[in-house]
T-cell receptor, first 111, second 114 residues
């Protein structure tokens, strides 16, 4: 069955450093992969979408890579700030409305 | 342009009562999706609706759960005879067209069953 793995342990990094989060998936081939941010008590907020034929995508301090051979996406936040502290969800998605989400990685940026 | 709105934000029910969760999609969006998030689990798809139609309810439990999206008014997720295991965060998302790649989520309704 389809499976998505994100680091279940929280990631603590120092302010100003680059945070790197990993999303691995198995048993299916997504057409695209999305990253969302979720703060406690709030709904997921869309950040970035990368398609299967794209290797990398950037938006301001965010960078996403998508390796369909490794079945992995990496999500980078450069020059991290305490305000970046949140849970980050990945959703590798086929051409369908049924999103499948990972459980998320909790990021804490220390001042 | 207001985002997806959900109410109530928090709902407490006793076992056996009914829970009604409401979702108003973003302006111009006619496709609504409901997801459930259990503690320490990822969001799970429940149902996809367009105005007056249920397109896919494959993720919704067969009993006690129902959803609608009437011609006028918000989408409603109804849970009858709630049990403790229904305690979760329920999120609604919307998109303007089927196949639109990005769904925009509301703030969720946190249901607690005592």
């Amino acid at each position: 069955s389809q499976k998505i793995e994100q680091n279940s342990e929280a990631l603590n990094i120092q302010e100003g450093k680059t945070a790197t989060l990993t999303c691995n998936y198995t048993n299916y081939s997504p057409a695209y992969l999305q990253w969302y941010r979720q703060d406690p008590g709030r709904g997921p907020v869309f950040l970035l979408l990368i398609r299967e034929n794209e290797k990398e995508k950037r938006k301001e301090r965010l960078k996403v890579t998508f390796d369909t051979t490794l079945k992995q996406s990496l999500f980078h936040i450069t020059a991290s700030q305490p305000a970046d502290s949140a849970t980050y969800l990945c959703a590798p998605t086929r051409r369908t409305y049924k999103y499948i989400f990972g459980t998320g990685t909790r990021l804490k940026v220390l001042a | 342009n207001a985002g997806v709105m959900q109410n109530p934000r928090h709902l407490v029910r006793r076992r056996g009562q009914e829970a009604r969760l409401r979702c108003s999609p973003m302006k111009g969006h006619s496709h609504v999706y409901w997801y459930r998030q259990l503690p320490e689990e990822g969001l799970k798809f429940m149902v996809y609706l367009q105005k007056e139609n249920i397109i896919d309810e494959s993720g919704m439990p067969k009993e006690r759960f129902s959803a609608e999206f009437p011609k006028e008014g918000p989408s409603i997720l109804r849970i009858q005879q709630v049990v403790r295991g229904d305690s979760a965060a329920y999120f609604c998302a919307s998109s303007p067209r089927q196949g639109e790649e990005t769904q925009y989520f509301g703030p969720g309704t946190r249901l607690l069953v005592l």
